[in-house]
């Protein structure tokens, strides 16, 4: 069987092309990101500034993260009680890559706006997810570079999410009991 390189995606025995496939994704990703620019506007700029800050170690807490989620579920999964929760860890899970790798395109694109002097955050979403979109047409170098998007987008993500989560239970009620008694 000879596959169409213009192709990509069965669906049922019908072969969508590759601009249906990359318009369809690019579509979604510009909704699911307007709605957390929109949403979380702090937190995504911080994110952002985590991608630019200190990549390396983003990268590579995307890595971690991207590798130890799925078994981490699957340790979930080992007993009868924790099945409900694992499938309810992997539909998070998957969720989560792809509000990461859509945060990442963005950091990106916001990274590439700041060095020709822009500060849109708009606009650096557009040019992440089209740039991205573009890029992803290239065999195999723009693979490399969707994957270093994601791994950056999923790293900062869960950075982010562990930094809210401490300053959160900081910022909570005291650990001291209280009674009716007192005033």
């Given at each position: 069987?000879?596959?169409?390189?213009?192709?990509?995606?069965?669906?049922?025995?019908?072969?969508?092309?590759?601009?249906?496939?990359?318009?369809?994704?690019?579509?979604?990703?510009?909704?699911?990101?307007?709605?957390?620019?929109?949403?979380?506007?702090?937190?995504?700029?911080?994110?952002?500034?985590?991608?630019?800050?200190?990549?390396?170690?983003?990268?590579?807490?995307?890595?971690?993260?991207?590798?130890?989620?799925?078994?981490?579920?699957?340790?979930?999964?080992?007993?009868?009680?924790?099945?409900?929760?694992?499938?309810?860890?992997?539909?998070?899970?998957?969720?989560?890559?792809?509000?990461?790798?859509?945060y990442g395109q963005y950091a990106v694109g916001a990274w590439a706006l700041r060095r020709v002097g822009?500060?849109?955050?708009?606009?650096?979403?557009?040019?992440?997810?089209?740039?991205?979109?573009?890029?992803?047409?290239?065999?195999?170098?723009?693979?490399?570079?969707?994957?270093?998007?994601?791994?950056?987008?999923?790293?900062?993500?869960?950075?982010?999410?562990?930094?809210?989560?401490?300053?959160?239970?900081?910022?909570?009620?005291?650990?001291?009991?209280?009674?009716?008694?007192?005033?």
């Amino acid at each position: 069987v000879i596959e169409d390189p213009n192709t990509r995606g069965d669906v049922g025995s019908v072969s969508l092309p590759t601009w249906v496939t990359t318009g369809y994704s690019l579509l979604a990703n510009l909704l699911l990101g307007a709605i957390l620019l929109a949403l979380f506007p702090a937190f995504s700029a911080r994110l952002a500034g985590r991608v630019s800050g200190e990549p390396a170690k983003t990268g590579g807490v995307g890595l971690l993260t991207l590798v130890g989620g799925p078994i981490l579920v699957a340790v979930v999964a080992i007993t009868i009680i924790g099945i409900p929760l694992a499938v309810l860890g992997a539909v998070a899970f998957g969720l989560a890559v792809w509000i990461g790798a859509v945060y990442g395109q963005y950091a990106v694109g916001a990274w590439a706006l700041r060095r020709v002097g822009r500060d849109d955050r708009w606009l650096a979403l557009v040019a992440g997810l089209v740039g991205f979109a573009i890029l992803d047409l290239i065999p195999v170098v723009g693979g490399v570079f969707v994957i270093g998007a994601l791994l950056l987008g999923v790293g900062a993500l869960a950075l982010e999410l562990r930094n809210a989560l401490r300053t959160r239970r900081r910022s909570g009620p005291s650990d001291r009991q209280t009674t009716f008694d007192e005033p």
